[in-house]
């Protein structure tokens, strides 16, 4: 019965690319060159731009990562999405308004206005490497979606190819406004097919307490803190600083109509992404009860592969439509990046605006293959992932100091902070684990970004520009 889940998902991916095509018009009409293509001409409704937040934060570690944890700590696991919708509400509450404002494309611009040339490059590089890495994730977990779901149909790495084809073709045909309207799809599609997964499979066991009655005797069940409360801190520290400053997050900001719609559109997505993390846990305990003793990793697979072909199918294009609605805000992200921050700041300055769209088209591609390569040498999404974005605490930093506390700014401190912080987790993935003192790399790295940013202003006299 392959071919009815496989059904489901080719009629998903018609309705992606139908609406690709439609956003390719609404392109076409919004401001021309980078802004039109990039950012959707800064004409992103709230709600769309909320459903892009919200279909790039759920991505595979937040569904089959969260489930496979909570087949062994239970609803604890769900915590990972609750950092990730508090990190939105603070933005949302704190400083997207003030990001709408600036009227700028990427923050490494920010960077060269109020510090250095040599912050903006900086900038660019540490963004890069975080979100290519994290991008070329998501060809993994797609390719293990389909791959686990339908393995007569889908080799791994026939999963990854068809993945990249898929979220590519978005962001090459229809930008950025294509990643929002996609990503409405995708939000749905998510949801529909994590809540029909947990109400069915938790039925089938009889309900919640039965559930629950019939879990191993050393499963810690709905204990909301047997992940240990010094991981949930370490989620929460990593998303409340990386939502400041991933170029993927604040992009969609960017895009905003106006400060107003910026902030809603945060507070909003917040919202869509909270319950996301619990509703996968719950499937995962599940998958505790009904196949004990199997990898933790075969928990929402196992879970999955045992529901009627069609409520399979569904299922399996909400797991992948969160991989999908990942990929192409990333993708989106890193290919701002290139082409305003390399290209047209250093290489082509004075392209016309169909130039613009052409060479951005043409990053998109370039930056396709090499993600794609680098997916081919990964594994770990989740532990990587984090540490990946343990990189943003010098750019949080360095931004949040540069809207609300210009004076303690220095003409250096963009460059100092961003260099040593990049050093320092360097040290930390080189150095034995027995040298570790502290239990996650974002401590050692707010440590560093923090007292490098503060000696910066006590010996580097210069205030930054706009400040005197």
């Not at 919004?30 to 892009?52: D, Q």
């Not at 569904?63 to 087949?71: F, K, L, N, S």
């Amino acid at each position: 019965m392959h071919w009815i889940p496989a059904a489901v998902v080719a009629l998903y991916i018609v309705g992606l690319f139908a609406v690709t095509w439609w956003s390719k018009r609404l392109t076409e009409r919004s401001s021309p060159g980078l802004v039109g293509y990039l950012l959707a001409g800064r004409g992103l409704p709230a709600g769309v731009s909320a459903a892009l937040l919200a279909g790039l934060a759920v991505g595979g570690a937040s569904t089959i990562g969260v489930a496979e944890r909570a087949y062994t700590v239970g609803f604890s696991a769900g915590w990972y999405n609750a950092a990730w919708a508090a990190g939105a509400f603070l933005l949302g509450l704190v400083a997207a308004g003030r990001y709408r404002q600036l009227e700028i494309t990427t923050l490494p611009e920010l960077f060269e206005r109020h510090y250095s040339m040599l912050g903006r490059v900086l900038g660019v590089f540490g963004q890069l490497i975080v979100q290519i890495v994290i991008t070329s994730l998501q060809y993994v977990a797609g390719g293990a979606i389909l791959s686990s779901l339908m393995p007569d149909l889908f080799s791994f790495r026939m999963g990854m190819a068809v993945t990249a084809l898929v979220f590519v073709t978005i962001t090459l045909v229809g930008g950025f406004w294509a990643a929002g309207l996609t990503n409405v799809i995708n939000v749905t599609v998510i949801y529909l097919g994590l809540v029909l997964g947990a109400v069915m499979t938790v039925s089938r066991l009889g309900g919640l307490s039965e559930m629950t009655s019939r879990l191993p005797e050393a499963h810690p069940g709905f204990d909301l803190f047997a992940v240990g409360g010094g991981l949930i801190a370490a989620w929460f520290l990593v998303m409340l600083t990386q939502v400041h400053s991933t170029q993927a997050v604040i992009q969609i900001g960017f895009a905003t109509k106006n400060p107003r719609s910026a902030k809603h559109a945060y507070l909003l997505g917040g919202l869509l992404i909270l319950p996301v993390g619990f509703i996968a846990a719950i499937i995962g305990m599940a998958a505790a009860v009904m196949y004990p003793g199997i990898i933790p990793t075969e928990a929402l697979p196992k879970v999955v592969l045992g529901l009627p072909p069609l409520a399979a199918g569904i299922i399996l294009a909400g797991l992948w439509a969160a991989d999908v609605s990942t990929a192409s805000a990333l993708l989106m992200g890193s290919a701002t990046l290139v082409s305003t921050d390399i290209i047209k700041r250093f290489f082509a300055p004075n392209l016309t605006p169909e130039r613009e769209q052409l060479f951005c088209r043409i990053t998109v591609a370039v930056l396709s293959v090499i993600t794609f390569a680098l997916a081919l040498t990964v594994s770990g999404i989740l532990k990587i992932l984090l540490i990946g974005l343990t990189l943003s605490t010098a750019y949080t930093l360095v931004v949040l100091m540069t809207l609300f506390w210009p004076a303690a700014c220095r003409r250096s401190s963009a460059s100092w902070t961003l260099g040593t912080t990049m050093l320092a987790l360097a040290a930390w993935l080189l150095a034995p684990a027995s040298w570790r003192i502290l239990p996650h790399p974002i401590y050692f790295t707010w440590v560093v970004s923090l007292v490098t940013f503060f000696l910066v202003a006590l010996i580097d006299r210069r205030p930054i520009k706009g400040q005197t």
